[in-house]
C-alpha cells in the first residue's frame, strides 16, 4: 500500500513500479478531481496500470495539505503488514503506530536508527576576491541564483528524479551545480510557482551585486536546503528590461494589491524574513536564453570567475 502527497510516499510508489509489485495506491482527491489525479500519478511515476489498483481518500476541498494524518491512518489501518524503517522519535507516524500496535502487525526487523538531516556544507568563495572581481563584470546585472531541488526539478518527471536518486552516488542528482549544468545545456530557465500568488510560475533574478548576495546563501533547516547557492545566470540590464523581467512590489499591508498590475509581481515583506533585502525582480513563466548573446545574458559560477580572472593575471 503506497500514496501520494509527499516524496517519501511517492518513493514507495516508484519502486514498487520498478520492482513489478503490485500496489494499491491511497489518492488524496476531491470527487470531481480524483479521476484527473489518478492519471497524473500513473504518468508521473511510471506505475503499470495492470498492477495497480488506486483508492480514493476523499478530500471535501481543494487543498490537500492536511490530510497527510487522515491518509497515514488509513493505510496504517487497512494494512496486513506494517515494517517501520526510519520513524522519527514523537512524530505523527509513531504515534500512529502506537495506536497499531495492540493488533500485532506491526514488524520492526528491517528498523533503523532515525537521524535528523544535517545541515550540508556549502563552499562559498572569498567575499573580497568576489567584490574586486565579479562585482565590476556584473554590475547593474540581474542574477538568478540557482539553488539544490529538494524533488524533481521544474517540468521534470517524478520517476525520472527517483531513478536518477537511486543511481546516485556520492553526489545529489539535483544540486545547485547540476541545476545550473541543466540550464545551460537546455538554455532555458525554467519557471515555478513555489509561493507566489496564485500559482503563476515564474522565474526569480536579484539586482544584489554578488558579494552582497553571498550573505543570503544560508542553511535553511525548514526547507532542508541552502535559500540559493553561489551559481547563476546573469542578465544586462537592458535585456531584462526588454525580456519583460519587472521588479517585485513589496506590500506593507494584508490588503488585496490593485488589480491593474500583475499579482506574481506582489510579495509580503515577511513577519521573520524580511524580503526586500533580495532586491527580487520577476519573468512570467519560463525564461529563454536560445536567443541572447553573451553580452546579454552570462554565467555567473563564482567560483570559476575568480579563477579564471587569477589565471589570466599570472
Given amino acids: 500500500m503506497t500514496s501520494t502527497g509527499s516524496l517519501n510516499w511517492e518513493l514507495q510508489c516508484y519502486l514498487a513500479a520498478r520492482a513489478g509489485v503490485a500496489q494499491i495506491i491511497i489518492l488524496p482527491a476531491t470527487r470531481t478531481h480524483f479521476h484527473h ?5 500513473a504518468d508521473q511515476l511510471g506505475v503499470d496500470p495492470d498492477l495497480t489498483e488506486f483508492l480514493p481518500l476523499e478530500a471535501a476541498r481543494e487543498n490537500l495539505r492536511n490530510y497527510g494524518e487522515e491518509r497515514d491512518r488509513f493505510i496504517l489501518e487497512m494494512a496486513d503488514r506494517i515494517i517501520p524503517v526510519s520513524v522519527r522519535p514523537n ?6 503506530l502506537r495506536v497499531i500496535q495492540p493488533h500485532g502487525k506491526i514488524d520492526a526487523s528491517m528498523q533503523i536508527h532515525w537521524a535528523g538531516s544535517p545541515g550540508l556544507p556549502v563552499k562559498l568563495p572569498d567575499a573580497e576576491a568576489v567584490r574586486n572581481i565579479v562585482d565590476p563584470i556584473l554590475e547593474g546585472w540581474l542574477i538568478h541564483w540557482t539553488r539544490a531541488s529538494q524533488g524533481p526539478w521544474p ?5 525520472d528524479f527517483f531513478r536518477d536518486l537511486l543511481e546516485s552516488r556520492s553526489e ?6 547540476k541545476t545550473f549544468q541543466r540550464i545551460l545545456s537546455e538554455k532555458k530557465i525554467r519557471a ?9 510560475p515564474v522565474v526569480a533574478f536579484s539586482a544584489l551585486p554578488p558579494s552582497q548576495a553571498l550573505r543570503l546563501m544560508r542553511w535553511r533547516p525548514r526547507y532542508v536546503r541552502f535559500s540559493f547557492e553561489p551559481f547563476g545566470i546573469a542578465v544586462e540590464p537592458k535585456t531584462a528590461s526588454a525580456s519583460g523581467i519587472r521588479e517585485v512590489i513589496y506590500l506593507e499591508s494584508p490588503d488585496p494589491p490593485p488589480e491593474e498590475i500583475p499579482a506574481y509581481l506582489f510579495q509580503g515583506r515577511g513577519k521573520k524574513g524580511d524580503w526586500p533585502i533580495e532586491q527580487e ?21 563564482l567560483m570559476e570567475m575568480i579563477t579564471k580572472t587569477n589565471k589570466a593575471v599570472d
Fill in 37 to 41: 489525479r489518478m492519471i497524473e500519478c
Fill in 172 to 177: 545529489y542528482p539535483r544540486s545547485a551545480q
Fill in 281 to 301: 525582480y520577476r519573468h512570467p513563466g519560463d525564461f529563454d536564453l536560445s536567443g541572447l548573446n553573451r553580452n546579454e545574458v552570462q554565467p555567473a559560477d
Fill in 91 to 96: 512524530g505523527r507516524l509513531e504515534s500512529l
Fill in 192 to 200: 515555478s510557482s513555489w509561493r507566489i500568488r496564485n500559482n503563476q
Fill in 155 to 159: 517540468g521534470e518527471k517524478k520517476c
